[in-house]
């Protein structure tokens, strides 16, 4: 049983502080998603919002484009803000693998038992 080899992974933070910037850039594009999510609510916002699209695009119907345009303008913000907190988030931990014997070594060397 001594020889077993069973591994485990640890992440360990390689530099606590690298993330800070796409951590706050991330919760900035969830901020901007709850805004828009806000904004559906109130009408001069909506008025004017069917107001420019009808000048953009006088083919269309506003109402369709908005409820086509809103959830997609959102998944698009709270996606980029998983995949920027993710990408932050592998890029600062490292994978540590601990083989079993490793750790009974440490283990031992931690109580003195060398």
Known sequence: MQNCAVLHFRAVDRQPGRRAWQDVFADALLGAAAVVIALTGVDPVMLRTTRALVTLFPRYDPFVEILVGAPVVIA????????LKTAARRGSLRREVLD???RWKAAMIEKGWQ
């Open 100 to 102: 079993t014997s490793d």
């Open 76 to 83: 698009v913000l709270v996606l980029g803000s998983i995949a």
